[in-house]
């Protein structure tokens, strides 16, 4: 079993910053890939970015690509969601996902264990 909670979302201008951070519990969470997705209003959740286990590979939505950078830090199973450049448009719910797969799954059904979700505004 892995918990996830998320934090640091917030209010934010367009064209500035914010640090998602997803602790989770479990001494396992060095073995699992982490995801973030995020959900808008009347929305479908959509994947924002996702990076394996041992950091050897991440993977990022076209929508985010060159703002968003996804690292974690097994040693404090955490990751994080370094968003900057913010947009109008990233304003959503965004969730942390963790996945057993060997490969980073851009698909939800992948990912097994899932965050509350954290508020994110962006306003223009």
């Known amino acids: 079993q892995v918990q996830l909670v998320e934090s640091g979302g917030g209010l934010v201008q367009a064209g500035g910053s914010l640090r998602l951070s997803c602790a989770a519990s479990?001494?396992?969470?060095?073995?699992?890939?982490m995801g973030w997705f995020r959900q808008a209003p009347g929305k479908e959740r959509e994947f924002v970015a996702g990076?394996?286990?041992?950091?050897?590979?991440?993977n990022y939505a076209d929508s985010v690509k060159g703002r968003f950078t996804i690292s974690r830090d097994n040693a404090k199973n955490t990751v994080y969601l370094q968003m900057n450049s913010l947009k109008p448009e990233d304003t959503a719910v965004y969730y942390c996902?963790?996945?057993?797969?060997?490969?980073?799954?851009?698909?939800?059904?992948?990912?097994?264990?899932w965050g509350q979700g954290t508020q994110v505004t962006v306003s223009s």
């Open positions: 996902a963790a996945d057993n797969s060997i490969v980073v799954h851009t698909t939800l059904r992948w990912y097994d264990y």
């Open positions: 479990g001494r396992t969470f060095s073995r699992y890939n």
């Open positions: 990076i394996r286990w041992n950091e050897s590979s991440t």
